[in-house]
C-alpha cells in the first residue's frame, strides 16, 4: 500500500478472500463433524435457494474459465429443509467438480452443469462435471470418512458429511463418473 502497488494489494486480497472460504469451509466441515446436531426444518424456497447456491461459486468457477450452466425448474415450490447445511452439502459437492475440471489437464473446453427439478415427491439436484472423473476404487470410497485423493488440498470431510446431511433429511446421493470424461452426482430429497 506504501508503495502504492495496488495491482499487488487486489492481488493480495483475492489470495486472502480465498484462503479465508477454505478456513471457513474446514471449520463448517469439523463442527458438523464434531458435533451431532438436530435439523432445524423451515420452509425454503426452493428456486431462491438453488439460485443462491449456485451464485456462491459463481465467480471461483468463472475465474477458472470454466462454463457453468444452471437449470433451475421456474415452477419449483416451497420445501421444508434444513437450509443452511442442506446448502453446505451442495457446495462441497459444486467444488469436487470445480477442483475436478481445474485439476484436468487435457485442453477440452471444461463445463459444469446445476440442474434442480422438483416433482410431487422429490426434490432433485444433479450436479455434472467433464473433469479428470474418478476411478472405481474412489468411487467406491467417495463417502468414507477422511478419504481423499486431493492430496494437501483435501481433508476427506467434505463428501462425508454432504451423504450424512442428505441421509438425515431422507434423501440419497448416487454417483456416476468415468475417468477422464467426469462426473455425474444425482441428489434427491424427499418435499417434505
Wanted: with cysteine.
Amino acid at each position: 500500500l506504501e508503495k502504492g502497488k495496488t495491482e499487488r494489494v487486489r492481488e493480495g486480497w483475492q489470495d486472502l478472500k480465498s484462503m479465508v472460504g477454505r478456513v471457513r469451509k474446514l471449520v463448517h466441515n469439523i463442527l458438523f463433524f464434531a458435533k451431532e446436531r438436530e435439523l432445524r426444518r423451515e420452509r425454503t424456497d426452493l428456486l431462491n435457494f438453488s439460485e443462491d447456491v449456485a451464485a456462491t461459486l459463481a465467480p471461483k468457477i468463472k475465474a477458472k474459465g470454466i462454463e457453468y450452466v444452471c437449470d433451475f425448474d421456474a415452477s419449483m415450490r416451497e420445501i421444508e429443509i434444513d437450509a443452511g447445511i442442506v446448502r453446505l452439502a451442495l457446495i462441497n459437492i459444486l467444488e469436487n467438480a470445480l477442483d475436478a475440471c481445474a485439476d484436468d489437464e487435457s485442453r477440452k473446453p471444461h463445463q459444469i452443469v446445476f440442474r434442480v427439478k422438483q416433482n410431487k415427491k422429490q426434490i432433485i439436484f444433479e450436479i455434472k462435471d467433464n473433469g479428470i472423473g474418478m476411478d472405481r476404487e474412489t468411487r467406491e470410497n467417495l463417502f468414507t470418512l477422511f478419504f481423499s485423493c486431493k492430496g494437501d488440498k483435501g481433508t476427506g470431510l467434505g463428501l462425508f458429511i454432504a451423504n450424512k446431511v442428505i441421509n438425515q433429511h431422507g434423501g440419497k446421493i448416487t454417483v456416476d463418473s468415468t475417468p477422464g470424461k467426469g462426473s455425474s452426482f444425482r441428489i434427491t430429497l424427499p418435499v417434505t
